[in-house]
């Protein structure tokens, strides 16, 4: 009985997706009460059975070709899913509450709630989930309902855009993924964890094969977690209404690709090639976008590139082999970065849907409690004690520092530079003078949107305390005696040279003080990929035409008719029409058929 | 003393006339005609056979006889057929030259 809760966990919010596309698409307030209902049963379920730390699920066998190929549906129950569980179906709760107020007035409420309810169905699946088909499924569901979100206010092209961006942009990433799953399953003839890890000595030898296959499942992770060279979409990403990109594209969706890392670790941690490729692309895609974010001017924009930064950091700590680490940092970035973004759609939604930071400034006397909140999570990004991220982070600068010097140094730069983009972001949004008629006029959001900054700020305050996470997560025990000084003063000058530097630039100023156009341009990625796909295209088009043209009608549609033809036009050469002619070859037939009946 | 192998020389001639016809005239009726010689070739050296093969009782053997027969049923009836198809071919085509009757040629 105890045992299907978990599966309740699931199926709570895709009974309510169905059940809002299918019946109540009309009445916007009861499809709200249905997916609200449905994730706080989930959340509810969630934290029962990690208070009972219930480690059995019903497992049903959904493919069985034993010995080939065997698919079970079941589920993993252990901390680490348990813990992502109430995580994700407790920031869902919260984005899910917060969403009433934000979308109230939206005409398209009941398909976003819908579609919000299906991300939790999917998501908790990839939480779940036991097998790598599982997995691959959820995750390409979460995909699609990313896209959904993205893409909500479709009659703008930006939107619109953005979405297909997002979607095709992680299938790149997905196909490396699924190449990796069926070359695991090749090799080692199933497709579930548990059974995969003993069987992972049958690699022994072959290092170069298993650092191909890590790198393909990690090519999953760069696409969904938009690790370099894929994170191109998760900027444009924020196209989509604010909660959307809280939950999915900064707590949740883009985690699940370290969350199934950390999963699958013992695949990746079974080739040190593999594993200092994960740490490099997770360092460079931390520092990349930390560079990009000192110069951009939409909020959400910011947040986004420090969403890639935060990601990048946790990649780093599983290319670090730092599970912990990594689970750590994730946890409390869940918390802070959802935090940031709900606090940045309340500034959004009370400025009219502006979001340049240039037209906010001393938004602090008019939106206190946002202003506050926003604080908090800020000094946790930044990694300022004792808010949460400066635990999270020191473990991952500790353990950087513990085993690769480069990276450590670059991952210091990079907490520099979050210092530096996230205190400029503050200072203008929230001090200096009021720069246009909405910042001046802006009024405190409705308590059902600041209810969750306030719990979320809670949360990030104190995530980072090990009397509260130790409950939820291994902590990382891996400091070195020597680095336990070192890294945290370390840390914490960068930190103090960051907010300076910020201060100093960008204290009173109405305008951009500092202009470097490479950063503006976000390092020209977009235009390079532009212009990557269209020389591809406009190679790989004349060797299509050719193609079409000449082998495939000319070749195999042309010559068919041809070759009736030809065939035709030689038959009909023996229909002499002259009776005697058919006779006598007649005759001849009867004599051939003599022939062999009689003589053989 | 007329043997069975005189029987099958006859048998023989006649069938290489009836087959020089079918293959040399023009004329569909002759044509006809020597299809019917061929057949009653083949008649012949089938009751030649009858009537050399005597089983142990004195009997000749009656299977190629009642062969015969029907031989004899089947050729009247193509016969009849196929003078009623000249027939209506001359009427179509106030011919029965062969050489003349070639539409089917490409």
Same mark, same amino acid.
């Given at each position: 009985?105890?045992?299907?809760?978990?599966?309740?966990?699931?199926?709570?919010?895709?009974?309510?997706?169905?059940?809002?596309?299918?019946?109540?698409?009309?009445?916007?307030?009861?499809?709200?009460?249905?997916?609200?209902?449905?994730?706080?049963?989930?959340?509810?379920?969630?934290?029962?059975?990690?208070?009972?730390?219930?480690?059995?699920?019903?497992?049903?066998?959904?493919?069985?070709?034993?010995?080939?190929?065997?698919?079970?549906?079941?589920?993993?129950?252990?901390?680490?899913?348990?813990?992502?569980?109430?995580?994700?179906?407790?920031?869902?709760?919260?984005?899910?509450?917060?969403?009433?107020?934000?979308?109230?007035?939206?005409?398209?409420?009941?398909?976003?709630?819908?579609?919000?309810?299906?991300?939790?169905?999917?998501?908790?699946?990839?939480?779940?989930?036991?097998?790598?088909?599982?997995?691959?499924?959820?995750?390409?569901?979460?995909?699609?309902?990313?896209?959904?979100?993205?893409?909500?206010?479709?009659?703008?092209?930006?939107?619109?855009?953005?979405?297909?961006?997002?979607?095709?942009?992680?299938?790149?990433?997905?196909?490396?993924?699924?190449?990796?799953?069926?070359?695991?399953?090749?090799?080692?003839?199933?497709?579930?964890?548990?059974?995969?890890?003993?069987?992972?000595?049958?690699?022994?030898?072959?290092?170069?094969?298993?650092?191909?296959?890590?790198?393909?499942?990690?090519?999953?992770?760069?696409?969904?977690?938009?690790?370099?060279?894929?994170?191109?979409?998760?900027?444009?990403?924020?196209?989509?209404?604010?909660?959307?990109?809280?939950?999915?594209?900064?707590?949740?969706?883009?985690?699940?690709?370290?969350?199934?890392?950390?999963?699958?670790?013992?695949?990746?941690?079974?080739?040190?090639?593999?594993?200092?490729?994960?740490?490099?692309?997770?360092?460079?895609?931390?520092?990349?976008?930390?560079?990009?974010?000192?110069?951009?001017?939409?909020?959400?924009?910011?947040?986004?590139?420090?969403?890639?930064?935060?990601?990048?950091?946790?990649?780093?700590?599983?290319?670090?082999?730092?599970?912990?680490?990594?689970?750590?940092?994730?946890?409390?970035?869940?918390?802070?970065?959802?935090?940031?973004?709900?606090?940045?759609?309340?500034?959004?939604?009370?400025?009219?849907?502006?979001?340049?930071?240039?037209?906010?400034?001393?938004?602090?006397?008019?939106?206190?409690?946002?202003? =506050?909140?926003?604080?908090?999570?800020?000094?946790? =990004?930044?990694?300022?004690?004792?808010?949460?991220?400066?635990?999270?982070?020191?473990?991952?600068?500790?353990?950087?520092?513990?085993?690769?010097?480069?990276?450590?140094?670059?991952?210091?730069?990079?907490?520099?530079?979050?210092?530096?983009?996230?205190?400029?972001?503050?200072?203008?949004?929230?001090?200096?003078?009021?720069?246009?008629?909405?910042?001046?006029?802006?009024?405190?959001?409705?308590?059902?949107?600041?209810?969750?900054?306030?719990?979320?700020?809670?949360?990030?305050?104190?995530?980072?305390?090990?009397?509260?996470?130790?409950?939820?997560?291994?902590?990382?025990?891996?400091?070195?005696?020597?680095?336990?000084?070192?890294?945290?003063?370390?840390?914490?000058?960068?930190?103090?040279?960051?907010?300076?530097?910020?201060?100093?630039?960008?204290?009173?100023?109405?305008?951009?003080?500092?202009?470097?156009?490479?950063?503006?341009?976000?390092?020209?990625?977009?235009?390079?990929?532009?212009?990557?796909?269209?020389?591809?295209?406009?190679?790989?088009?004349?060797?299509?035409?050719?193609?079409?043209?000449?082998?495939?009608?000319?070749?195999?549609?042309?010559?068919?008719?041809?070759?009736?033809?030809?065939?035709?036009?030689?038959?009909?050469?023996?229909?002499?029409?002259?009776?005697?002619?058919?006779?006598?070859?007649?005759?001849?037939?009867?004599?051939?058929?003599?022939?062999?009946?009689?003589?053989? | 003393?007329?043997?069975?192998?005189?029987?099958?020389?006859?048998?023989?001639?006649?069938?290489?006339?009836?087959?020089?016809?079918?293959?040399?005239?023009?004329?569909?009726?002759?044509?006809?005609?020597?299809?019917?010689?061929?057949?009653?070739?083949?008649?012949?050296?089938?009751?030649?056979?009858?009537?050399?093969?005597?089983?142990?009782?004195?009997?000749?053997?009656?299977?190629?006889?009642?062969?015969?027969?029907?031989?004899?049923?089947?050729?009247?009836?193509?016969?009849?057929?196929?003078?009623?198809?000249?027939?209506?071919?001359?009427?179509?085509?106030?011919?029965?030259?062969?050489?003349?009757?070639?539409?089917?040629?490409?």
């Amino acid at each position: 009985m105890n045992s299907f809760y978990p599966w309740l966990i699931l199926l709570a919010p895709f009974a309510s997706a169905t059940a809002i596309t299918l019946f109540t698409l009309r009445w916007k307030t009861l499809s709200s009460a249905i997916s609200i209902t449905a994730v706080l049963v989930s959340f509810g379920c969630s934290c029962f059975i990690f208070a009972k730390s219930a480690t059995v699920a019903p497992e049903f066998v959904w493919l069985d070709i034993t010995p080939i190929f065997r698919v079970p549906l079941g589920l993993t129950l252990d901390q680490l899913s348990r813990t992502m569980a109430v995580l994700v179906s407790g920031v869902g709760a919260l984005i899910h509450i917060y969403s009433l107020g934000y979308m109230r007035d939206d005409e398209g409420k009941s398909r976003y709630f819908a579609a919000l309810s299906l991300f939790m169905f999917a998501m908790l699946g990839i939480v779940f989930a036991n097998n790598f088909v599982m997995l691959f499924i959820f995750w390409e569901l979460v995909g699609f309902t990313s896209y959904v979100l993205i893409g909500h206010w479709f009659f703008r092209d930006a939107a619109a855009d953005a979405a297909n961006k997002a979607f095709i942009t992680t299938r790149i990433g997905d196909f490396g993924f699924m190449t990796g799953i069926l070359m695991i399953w090749m090799t080692t003839g199933s497709v579930v964890f548990a059974e995969i890890a003993p069987r992972m000595s049958m690699f022994g030898g072959h290092g170069t094969f298993v650092a191909i296959v890590a790198l393909l499942i990690f090519c999953g992770a760069v696409g969904k977690s938009a690790q370099f060279p894929l994170h191109v979409w998760l900027p444009d990403a924020m196209e989509g209404p604010t909660p959307v990109s809280a939950l999915i594209h900064a707590a949740t969706m883009v985690a699940a690709g370290v969350y199934m890392l950390v999963r699958v670790a013992f695949i990746i941690q079974a080739s040190q090639t593999a594993l200092l490729v994960v740490a490099w692309i997770g360092t460079i895609t931390a520092v990349m976008a930390a560079l990009i974010a000192t110069q951009q001017n939409d909020i959400k924009r910011i947040l986004a590139y420090s969403t890639l930064s935060q990601l990048g950091y946790m990649v780093m700590a599983v290319g670090l082999a730092s599970n912990n680490a990594a689970m750590f940092h994730l946890f409390t970035h869940a918390f802070f970065k959802a935090l940031l973004f709900l606090a940045a759609g309340s500034i959004i939604v009370m400025l009219h849907h502006e979001q340049n930071i240039w037209e906010m400034g001393q938004l602090r006397r008019r939106l206190p409690i946002t202003f =506050l909140t926003f604080a908090a999570g800020a000094l946790a =990004l930044i990694g300022c004690p004792p808010f949460s991220g400066f635990f999270s982070k020191d473990a991952i600068l500790a353990v950087a520092y513990e085993h690769n010097l480069p990276i450590f140094a670059v991952a210091l730069f990079t907490a520099f530079l979050t210092a530096f983009y996230v205190i400029r972001m503050l200072v203008i949004v929230f001090f200096g003078n009021p720069r246009s008629d909405s910042a001046r006029e802006g009024r405190e959001s409705p308590p059902v949107m600041t209810m969750p900054l306030i719990v979320l700020a809670i949360l990030a305050t104190l995530g980072g305390f090990a009397f509260f996470t130790r409950n939820f997560l291994k902590l990382p025990t891996e400091k070195a005696p020597n680095a336990f000084g070192v890294v945290p003063v370390l840390a914490i000058i960068a930190l103090i040279l960051g907010v300076g530097l910020a201060f100093a630039l960008y204290r009173g100023r109405a305008t951009e003080p500092v202009k470097v156009e490479l950063l503006r341009r976000k390092f020209y990625f977009d235009e390079f990929y532009c212009w990557l796909i269209y020389w591809t295209q406009e190679l790989l088009a004349p060797v299509a035409a050719f193609i079409d043209r000449w082998v495939i009608d000319a070749g195999a549609v042309g010559g068919s008719s041809r070759g009736t033809w030809g065939i035709g036009a030689l038959l009909r050469l023996i229909q002499v029409g002259n009776l005697q002619a058919y006779a006598f070859l007649f005759g001849l037939g009867v004599i051939a058929l003599i022939y062999f009946a009689v003589m053989r | 003393m007329i043997t069975l192998g005189d029987y099958l020389i006859v048998s023989a001639i006649l069938f290489a006339i009836g087959f020089a016809g079918v293959m040399l005239r023009r004329n569909l009726i002759v044509i006809l005609m020597s299809l019917e010689l061929m057949l009653n070739a083949a008649n012949l050296s089938l009751v030649a056979f009858s009537r050399f093969r005597v089983g142990a009782n004195g009997l000749p053997d009656y299977n190629a006889q009642v062969f015969v027969f029907f031989v004899i049923t089947v050729a009247a009836a193509e016969v009849a057929v196929g003078l009623a198809l000249l027939v209506a071919l001359y009427r179509a085509r106030q011919t029965t030259d062969v050489k003349d009757i070639s539409s089917l040629k490409f």
